[in-house]
């Protein structure tokens, strides 16, 4: 059955570090040909949605900020939501901080005063973070995670990503945290339904990770195709339970799919 909506992942599915995959943009294009809205969905929470936007804009491709979904944007709704009055100690960057700003939360600098430390990617995350947050937790304050993505794919190498953040946090703290937003869970699914206004078992989701993109889809009852252009290489597919519906070399087969 042909989708009513389709979900992209962006790093190691459109671009890669500071480039377009090959035949990605033309890809959008195709389906944007069909008459299928998009959802441009990210587990990077550096950046706001317009800054977002506009990088993805100038690398070539055609969209609105308002078909554009973060784990930073899933995590300031759900705190917005469910914890509005809350003082949060953040571990990220100024990109995030930017995002609760703008959903009108209250950031802390003061550790022992926060209701709820917020984990992210931190390029300079230091002994000195990783203490503070030993500290912010001690007393049973809640415990955010932006995504779960331990590397990110560049032009060269995977680096670092918030799970590495998280996971780190975790270890020294001893305590799992209370929730992880962004792929693979329920509230990026929802943020999907809306943006895309159609069921998610009548979208087809495209990305690289099998235990973010397609477990989402998995669990969404989605149609899932993975790509080979991002982290996921044919030893972890093969040692996987995560089974995609399709696996592409890239992007740009997407034509044989829709």
Request: charge should be negative; charged fraction near 25%.
């Amino acid at each position: 059955m042909a989708p009513e909506g389709v979900v992209l992942d962006v790093d190691g599915t459109l671009i890669r570090g500071s480039e377009p995959i090959a035949g990605a943009i033309g890809a959008v294009e195709t389906i944007r040909e069909r008459g299928l809205p998009v959802a441009f969905v990210s587990n990077n929470p550096i950046r706001t949605r317009k800054a977002y936007a506009e990088r993805l804009v100038r690398h070539g491709f055609s969209l609105a900020s308002e078909e554009l979904i973060t784990a930073g944007t899933i995590t300031a709704e759900y705190l917005a939501r469910e914890h509005a009055t809350d003082e949060l100690y953040v571990i990220g960057e100024e990109g995030l901080e930017a995002q609760l700003g703008e959903a009108g939360l209250s950031l802390t600098d003061e550790y022992d005063r926060a209701d709820a430390l917020v984990a992210s990617i931190d390029r300079e995350f230091s002994y000195d973070d990783l203490k503070h947050a030993l500290w912010a937790l001690a007393d049973g304050t809640l415990f955010i995670g932006t995504d779960p993505d331990r590397t990110i794919p560049t032009e060269d190498r995977e680096v670092p990503g918030s799970g590495a953040i998280i996971n780190a946090i975790a270890g020294v703290t001893g305590r799992e945290p209370d929730a992880i937003m962004g792929k693979p869970a329920p509230s990026a699914v929802e943020a999907i339904e809306r943006t895309l206004g159609a069921a998610p078992k009548d979208c087809l989701v495209v990305g690289d990770r099998l235990d973010t993109d397609i477990a989402m889809g998995e669990r969404a009852g989605m149609t899932t195709a993975l790509v080979r252009t991002g982290v996921t290489d044919d030893r972890a597919l093969a040692d996987s339970e995560i089974d995609p519906d399709y696996v592409l070399d890239s992007i740009a087969e997407i034509g044989s799919i829709l």
